[in-house]
């Protein structure tokens, strides 16, 4: 009973001080801070539209970065700012580590994978992970694997639904198709999802989308103490992501075993991305392997996943990028021989500069990571000015700067793949990635960014020559999930019909 007063007296006691104090000026720029709770109020009350509800915040400062204040003396630092970016991502590396509170808030989840480590753990993983990436071999793999799932799982389900003329969920499809995708080609491991006998890729993909929106609740904590008390009680949503945890690991140390098994066979040839890491003796422990594999499956999933259901809206609503792309296809045919229903080649993606402008551009609106956290640990003055105290958090908000007129002029809100085209060649332009941080930056730079783009560009390439993806109601925009990955709520719901 104790516990629960004091979790009442947590979640109460902002809200109390958010009526019982005088409100701020309208005038004042930033969090608005209170006695005592400090900006956890406005926290409180706009934490079902925060991605937007940061958007007007930083957009009204001068330098598009402010303090949200918290009890205490450990503040919280958000930035939209190009320069204070490059500053934490690069100037400043070693001082901007993600930090032992970020990594305890996804530990249970993610472990020590790459996306959850700093220091040597974290350089061990990407030194490895950087060669392989770079190999030739590597991506060949990826392009025949995409071919096969395309042709063989992706085109039938949608073949399907335009047969029988009904709605169906395209983020969901999309979510299952990435799955099967990372799962052969980082695990060489079929999972299904998209097709008959994957029961075990559902159950796991539930459980682990259940899991990656209750962590990222953990962030949205009016106290950290909320959660903390939850677990140690194993109650509530802790309680459930305990259980769905469980899964996740069940699932993954499964991959493990049989990746070992055949690496042990004396014939392996797996080309496959945990088969790398296991012949690598730093890297081969199981619990090491486990984490390697679910960061695998959040990287490779839930990103690529994201940024296509976001586009598939978008284009439904500017047929004329539409327009665009199917003329590009239709040239790019017409000078290779290609026809209507072969998939293309990694030579010919390479052409498609207005297609890969026009994922850029949704990437730049709807980025798949919207927000990215870490630490300080040392004081520190950012470029702007702002003042970053030792131990306090700090973050560049990747939605928020897309929408700052300060950094991509007038219209900086309208969907416009024609600001990444060069004009005097017709190619694709790209952009500062200190401007544009949707792939990270600096040390951290994601290394499968051109794998992404090779993914991407061959679904959307083969969705598009074949089929016509309708959005009912279009006009209003889909209400944000915001779980691990910016993701829609309640799913996109399309029809899909032929094109002729």
């Known amino acids: 009973m104790e516990f629960l007063i004091i979790i009442f007296f947590l979640v109460s006691l902002p809200i109390f001080i958010f009526f019982i104090f005088p409100r701020q000026p309208s005038s004042h720029i930033g ?25 007007e915040i930083l957009s009204e400062c001068p330098t598009q970065t402010a303090v949200f204040r918290r ?63 770079s190999t030739r071999s590597l991506r060949d793999f990826v392009m025949t694997n995409v071919t096969v799932e395309i042709n063989t ?24 198709f990435a799955f099967d995708n990372i799962c052969k080609l980082a695990f060489n491991v079929d999972a299904g999802c998209l097709g008959d006998g994957g029961a075990d890729g559902v159950e796991f993909m539930r459980a682990f989308d259940t899991a990656a929106t209750i962590i990222s609740e953990r962030f949205q904590s009016v106290t950290p103490y909320s959660w903390k008390i939850k677990k140690k009680l194993d109650i509530g949503s ?55 594999v679910i960061s695998f499956i959040l990287a490779g999933r839930d990103t690529t996943s994201s940024a296509l259901s976001w586009f598939f809206w978008l284009l439904s609503k500017h047929p004329e990028v539409e327009n665009k792309i199917m ?4 040239s790019i045919r017409e000078r290779t021989g290609k026809r209507i229903g072969e ?9 498609m500069n207005y297609l890969h402008a026009a994922i850029t551009e949704s990437l730049r609106l709807y ?33 928020a700067m897309g929408r700052m007129e300060s950094i991509w002029g007038k219209g900086c809100d309208r969907f416009d793949p024609g600001r990444w085209i060069d004009e005097t060649n017709g190619g694709f332009r790209g952009e500062n990635p200190y401007k544009f941080p949707v792939f990270h930056a600096g040390p951290r730079m994601c290394l499968g960014k051109e794998m992404a783009y090779t993914q991407m560009k061959s679904i ?41």
């Open 71 to 133: 009890p205490g003396n450990r503040q919280f630092v958000m930035t939209a700012n190009p320069a204070n970016v490059e500053f934490m991502l690069k100037t400043k590396f070693d001082s901007f580590p993600k930090g032992e509170r970020f990594i305890s808030l996804l530990e249970d989840l993610l472990g020590r994978g790459i996306f959850n480590s700093d220091g040597e753990m974290w350089w061990k993983q990407r030194k490895t992970a950087s060669y392989e990436f």
């Open 238 to 292: 802790e309680k459930l992501l305990r259980e769905s945890i469980v899964t996740v690991h069940k699932f993954a140390d499964d991959i493990v075993r049989h990746t070992i098994d055949q690496a042990r066979s004396s014939n392996n040839t797996n080309e496959d991305l945990l088969s790398r890491f296991i012949n690598i003796e730093e890297m081969n422990s199981p619990e090491l392997l486990r984490d390697i």
């Open 327 to 330: 003329q590009e296809l239709n």
């Open 31 to 55: 969090f608005k801070s209170y006695p005592i709770v400090g900006s956890l109020p406005g926290l409180v009350k706009n934490r079902h539209r925060f991605l937007d509800w940061t958007v």
């Open 343 to 351: 998939v293309y080649g990694y030579e010919e993606l390479k052409l």
């Open 460 to 500: 959307v390439a083969a969705v598009l020559d074949r089929f016509v993806v309708e959005v009912p109601g279009k006009k209003e925009r889909p209400e944000i999930r915001l779980s691990m990955t910016l993701r829609i709520k309640g799913g996109l719901f399309v029809r899909i019909h032929e094109r002729t």
């Open 153 to 176: 799982r992706l085109i039938p389900v949608l073949s399907a639904a335009a047969t029988a003329g009904k709605s169906i969920d395209l983020q969901d499809i999309l979510e299952r």
């Open 367 to 399: 980025p798949p990571v919207p927000v990215e956290i870490m630490s300080c640990v040392e004081d520190n003055v950012l470029p702007d000015g702002t003042f970053v105290g030792k131990a306090w958090g700090i973050s560049y908000n990747a939605y």
